[in-house]
C-alpha cells in the first residue's frame, strides 16, 4: 500500500469492502469515503461482533484512526446520527475523529418521495434502487438546486432554498397520489441534525491534503461497484455516483497525482442486488445454494442477492477502468463445496465473440458467455492459516483468474473474520 490507496469494488457491489478496508486501516491514519450514501452497506467482523456501516467509513472501528465523509457522499443526517448513536452502543464513539464535508450534499425528505416515485412509474422496468434518495439528491446537486452541509448553518439562506425546493416537488408529488411535505416541519427538524452534527463538519479537503503533506496515508473506501458506477456501469442499472478510482479525487478532495495504489475487491463468484443485466446468473438450484453459503442478503436492504459464475470479462473491465495495481479476492470459501466451477471469459451475441462491454443498451441482456470449466476442491478453506494450505484447485482456480484479469493478487478472503485472510506471496 502506498501513502495514498484506493479501494474500490470490481462488480456490482457487495464484494466485501467493509472487510477489507478494516484490515488494510491498520496502515492508515485516514479512512475517507468519496461518494454515495447510506444506500451502501459494509460489514466488519470482529470476534463475536459484527458491525454494518452505511455512511460512516469502515476505518471508524480501529481506535485513533480519522475517518472523513468527503464532498462527493451525499449525507442523511437522519441516518448518520443514527449510525453514530449505534456505535456509541456498540461502545464506539466518533468524536474527535469523524469529520463531515462541509461541501457535501444533504439528502432530504423529498429524495426519497422521488426515489419511491419514479421507481413505482418508471416503464420498461425499475431500477430497484435502495429508495434512500440517492438518485434525486445527486440529480439536484447537478442541478444546482441541492443543500450543502454549510447551508444548513446559514438559516436564511437554507429556508430560502428549501422552500423554492418544495414549490418544486410537492406538486410532482401530489399529482401521483403522494403528501405533500411542510418546509415549516424539514427545517425546524434539520436545524436540530445541524446542531448534533456540528462538531464533525470541516474542510476536509483542506484536512486530508495537510495530511497528506505531513507524509500520513489515506485510504479511500469506494462503495457500491465498477458496474453501478454511473459512467461506466451498466446504464440506467446503475446508482448515481462514480464508484469507481476517480471519484476518489472528484469527490475525496485530492488531486490525482496523489494517488499510489488502486486496490479491487473482487468476489470470487458474482452478485448483483436491483435490477439490470447479469450474464453469468445461476439456475435457480445454484442461485439458493450460493445465496445461503454465501449469506447473500442486503446489507441494506435486506434483499436477496442475484448470484451468479464468476465473469472475468466484467473483471478484466474493471481492472482497467480503475487502473487496479492489484486485487483482493473474497469469499473462496463460498465455492468450497461445488463440484464443477465455470468461469466466463467472454460473451456471444449474433455468432461474434466478444471480450469487452459495449455501450448498447441491452448488450449484456442479449449475450449468452462463454464458460470454461474447473474441477472445484471440495474442501473446507475457511481453517487455512495461509495461502499456500489451500487446496491446488483452489489455487488453480485463483491463478486462473488472475491471468483473465491480468493482475496481481494481493490477499485471498476465506471467511467473515480478520484472521480468515491469506496473504499471497
Ligand atoms: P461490501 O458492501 O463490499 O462491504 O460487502 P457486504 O458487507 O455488503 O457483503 C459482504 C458479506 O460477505 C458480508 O456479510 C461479509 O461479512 C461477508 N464476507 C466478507 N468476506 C467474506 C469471505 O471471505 N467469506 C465469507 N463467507 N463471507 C465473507
Ligand atoms: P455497497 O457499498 C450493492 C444498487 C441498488 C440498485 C442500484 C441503484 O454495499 O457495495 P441506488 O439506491 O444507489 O440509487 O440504487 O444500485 N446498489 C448497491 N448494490 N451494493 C451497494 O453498496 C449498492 N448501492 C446501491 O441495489 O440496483
Ligand atoms: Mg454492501
Known sequence: MGQTTVLVGAQWGDEGKGKVIDILTEDAQYVVRYQGGNNAGHTVV???????????PSGILHEGKTCVIGHGVVVDPKALIEEIDLLIEQG??????????????????????????????RKGGKIGTTKRGIGPCYGDKVSRVGIRVADLFDKEYFRS?????????????????????SADDIYK???KYADRLKSFVCNTNQLLNNALKAGESILFEGAQGTFLDVDYGTYPYVTSSNSTAGGAC????????????????????TTRVGEGPFPTEFDPVMMEKIREKGGEFGATTGRARRCGWFDSVLVKNSVMINGMNEVVITKLDVLDEV??????TAYEYDGKVYEDIPGEVGFLDKCK???EEHPGWLRDTSKATSYEELPENAKKYLDRIKKLIGTEIKLVSVGKSRKQTLKVK
Open 46 to 56: 470482529i470476534g463475536e461482533s459484527k458491525y454494518i456501516l452505511h455512511l460512516i
Open 92 to 121: 464506539i464513539s466518533c468524536e474527535g475523529r469523524l469529520k463531515i464535508s462541509d461541501k457535501a450534499h444533504v439528502i432530504f425528505p423529498y429524495h426519497n418521495k422521488v426515489d419511491e416515485l419514479r421507481e413505482s412509474k
Open 161 to 181: 432554498r428549501l422552500e423554492t425546493n418544495l414549490e418544486e416537488k410537492n406538486p410532482i408529488l401530489k399529482a401521483h397520489g403522494f403528501e405533500e411535505l
Open 189 to 191: 427538524t434539520y436545524l
Open 250 to 269: 472528484t469527490g475525496g478532495g485530492i488531486g490525482p497525482s496523489y494517488i499510489d495504489t488502486v486496490i479491487g475487491v473482487v468476489k470470487a463468484y
Open 339 to 344: 463440484a464443477s466451477i465455470k468461469i466466463c
Open 369 to 371: 458467455p462463454v464458460y
